[in-house]
């Protein structure tokens, strides 16, 4: 679980770097939506293997919106 916490912990974490690019129109947004989505998909696919935890799963599948919100962006 201690890897599913730090994701968990990251994701947040560029989720709020990257809410902050996107609603100023940096030039640089592009490349943070892109480390965005990777560290959510990251943290979505660890989330996804603790099946017994519903919480977990919850978190997956927000990930996994979350990942493809970064890449329609």
Aim: charged share 35%; glycine share 2%.
């Amino acid at each position: 679980m201690e890897r599913c916490i730090r994701l968990d912990l990251d994701c947040a974490a560029i989720c709020k770097v990257a809410l902050d690019y996107v609603s100023r129109d940096s030039t640089l947004a592009r490349e943070v939506l892109d480390l965005c989505a990777r560290v959510c998909r990251e943290c979505g696919e660890e989330c996804a293997k603790h099946t017994h935890m519903e919480h977990c799963q919850l978190c997956a599948e927000a990930c996994r919106r979350c990942e493809q919100a970064c890449q329609q962006r």
